[in-house]
C-alpha cells in the first residue's frame, strides 16, 4: 500500500478577476476550491491511475472537513489526524498578474503529534510512505528524518519530495526515492545548477548516501533518473504551460505507480515524466486519457548502464 504524509494541506481557493481595483469592491468572474498539499495531490493523481494509496496528515476544522469529504468522493481512503485549529486557505488570485496568498498552519500540540505517529507505527514492510512539501513552523525541522529512522526497522519504503533543510535531514536516512528539481538540488550543495550534466554530476553525489532512485526535474527540458546501475534522461514534448502547480506530485506519482504494477525503472520513469508533462499543459492535475496520449512523446535516452 502507498501512503502520503501531507503535513500543511490547504484549500485552495482560486479566483479570476477581469481586473484587480485595490482598495475598491471586486467581483470574481470565475472561482473554484481544491483539496492542496503535495501528498494529497500524489494521492490523487494515483487514483487516476488505478492505484490504490491512503491519504495521512494534519487536518482540522470546517476547512479539514471539506478535504476529507472531497477526498472520499473521488475514492481516496484517509487517515487524518485531527487538530485543534482550521486547516489553512490558500488564494491564488488571477487578474492582470497571478498572486498568491498562503495561509499557516494551526499549532500543533505533542499529543496530536504523538497520534501521527502512532498512525505511522501501524505501517509494514514492503509499504512506501510519500513525505511531500515543506516542513511547516509549527513542527520540528527533522520530522522527516525522525519519521524515516522511526520506520527504517519496519521495512517500510520511504519517498521524500521536499527541499532545504528538510531534505538535508531526510537524506541522511537513506530514504528510497527522492525528486528534487535543479534548484532544490543545487541549494542542496549551495550552487547553482545551470545545465542538465551539472544537474548529473550533483545527483550522483546523492546516491553515495544509499538512495535507491533519484529523479531530478529539470522543468521544460525534462528529467534524469539515476541510481547505481542506470542513468536516463527523459525529453518532454514542448506545449502550453497552463498550470505549474502539482507537475512535480504527479511525476512522483506516476515513477511510483509504474514501479507497483511492475514497470522496470526506465519505464516507470517515462511514465512519472507523462504524468508530470500532462499536468503543466492541464488546468488541474492530469487525467488518465492525458497521461496515455502524452507517453508515447517521452523520448528517453539511456547514458549510462542498461535496462
Same mark, same amino acid.
Given at each position: 500500500? !502507498?501512503?502520503? %504524509?501531507?503535513?500543511?494541506?490547504?484549500?485552495?481557493?482560486?479566483?479570476? $478577476?477581469?481586473?484587480?481595483?485595490?482598495?475598491?469592491?471586486?467581483?470574481?468572474?470565475?472561482?473554484?476550491?481544491?483539496?492542496?498539499?503535495?501528498?494529497?495531490?500524489?494521492?490523487?493523481?494515483?487514483?487516476?491511475?488505478?492505484?490504490?494509496?491512503?491519504?495521512?496528515?494534519? %487536518?482540522?476544522?470546517?476547512?479539514?472537513?471539506?478535504?476529507?469529504?472531497?477526498?472520499?468522493?473521488?475514492?481516496?481512503?484517509?487517515?487524518?489526524?485531527?487538530?485543534?485549529?482550521?486547516?489553512?486557505?490558500?488564494?491564488? $488570485?488571477?487578474?492582470?498578474?497571478?498572486?498568491?496568498?498562503?495561509?499557516?498552519?494551526?499549532?500543533?500540540?505533542?499529543?496530536?503529534?504523538?497520534?501521527?505517529?502512532?498512525? $505511522?507505527?501501524?505501517?509494514?514492510?514492503?509499504?512506501?510512505?510519500?513525505?511531500?512539501?515543506?516542513?511547516?513552523?509549527?513542527?520540528?525541522?527533522?520530522?522527516?528524518?525522525? !519519521?524515516?529512522?522511526?520506520?527504517?526497522?519496519?521495512?517500510?519504503?520511504?519517498?521524500?519530495?521536499?527541499?532545504?533543510?528538510?531534505?538535508?535531514?531526510?537524506?541522511?536516512?537513506?530514504?528510497?526515492?527522492?525528486?528534487?528539481?535543479?534548484?532544490?538540488?543545487?541549494?542542496?550543495?549551495?550552487?547553482?545548477?545551470?545545465?542538465?550534466?551539472?544537474?548529473?554530476?550533483?545527483?550522483?553525489?546523492?546516491?553515495?548516501?544509499? !538512495?535507491?532512485? !533519484?529523479?531530478?526535474?529539470?522543468?521544460?527540458?525534462?528529467?534524469?533518473?539515476?541510481?547505481?546501475? %542506470?542513468?536516463?534522461?527523459?525529453?518532454?514534448?514542448?506545449?502550453?504551460?497552463?498550470?505549474?502547480?502539482?507537475?512535480?506530485?504527479?511525476?512522483?506519482?506516476?515513477?511510483?505507480?509504474?514501479?507497483?504494477?511492475?514497470?522496470?525503472?526506465?519505464?516507470?520513469?517515462?511514465?512519472?515524466?507523462?504524468?508530470?508533462?500532462?499536468?503543466?499543459?492541464?488546468?488541474?492535475?492530469?487525467?488518465?486519457?492525458?497521461?496515455?496520449?502524452? %507517453?508515447?512523446?517521452?523520448?528517453?535516452?539511456?547514458?549510462?548502464?542498461?535496462?
Amino acid at each position: 500500500m !502507498i501512503y502520503t %504524509l501531507t503535513l500543511n494541506p490547504s484549500v485552495d481557493y482560486f479566483i479570476k $478577476l477581469d481586473r484587480l481595483i485595490p482598495g475598491a469592491l471586486n467581483r470574481t468572474s470565475d472561482s473554484e476550491m481544491r483539496p492542496g498539499g503535495k501528498g494529497i495531490n500524489v494521492s490523487r493523481v494515483l487514483k487516476r491511475l488505478g492505484v490504490e494509496s491512503r491519504a495521512l496528515g494534519f %487536518l482540522g476544522g470546517f476547512t479539514g472537513e471539506y478535504i476529507r469529504t472531497e477526498l472520499l468522493s473521488e475514492g481516496i481512503a484517509v487517515d487524518f489526524t485531527e487538530i485543534e485549529g482550521n486547516t489553512r486557505i490558500n488564494i491564488k $488570485l488571477t487578474a492582470e498578474e497571478e498572486t498568491e496568498i498562503n495561509g499557516t498552519m494551526p499549532p500543533v500540540s505533542e499529543k496530536e503529534m504523538e497520534k501521527l505517529f502512532s498512525s $505511522l507505527d501501524q505501517l509494514k514492510e514492503g509499504d512506501m510512505l510519500v513525505l511531500a512539501g515543506s516542513v511547516p513552523s509549527p513542527l520540528p525541522m527533522d520530522i522527516y528524518k525522525q !519519521i524515516n529512522s522511526r520506520l527504517r526497522s519496519s521495512g517500510v519504503k520511504i519517498v521524500v519530495d521536499t527541499s532545504g533543510k528538510a531534505l538535508k535531514e531526510a537524506v541522511e536516512t537513506a530514504p528510497f526515492f527522492i525528486k528534487p528539481n535543479q534548484h532544490e538540488l543545487g541549494r542542496f550543495f549551495d550552487v547553482k545548477i545551470k545545465t542538465s550534466e551539472e544537474a548529473l554530476q550533483y545527483g550522483k553525489l546523492l546516491l553515495d548516501y544509499g !538512495i535507491r532512485h !533519484i529523479v531530478i526535474s529539470l522543468g521544460g527540458e525534462g528529467a534524469l533518473y539515476l541510481n547505481n546501475q %542506470l542513468v536516463v534522461k527523459a525529453s518532454v514534448p514542448k506545449g502550453e504551460v497552463r498550470n505549474a502547480v502539482g507537475s512535480g506530485d504527479s511525476l512522483v506519482a506516476g515513477f511510483l505507480a509504474g514501479l507497483i504494477s511492475g514497470k522496470n525503472e526506465l519505464e516507470a520513469f517515462r511514465q512519472g515524466v507523462a504524468c508530470g508533462t500532462a499536468t503543466a499543459f492541464s488546468e488541474g492535475l492530469c487525467e488518465r486519457d492525458t497521461v496515455d496520449a502524452i %507517453l508515447p512523446e517521452i523520448i528517453c535516452d539511456v547514458l549510462e548502464g542498461e535496462v
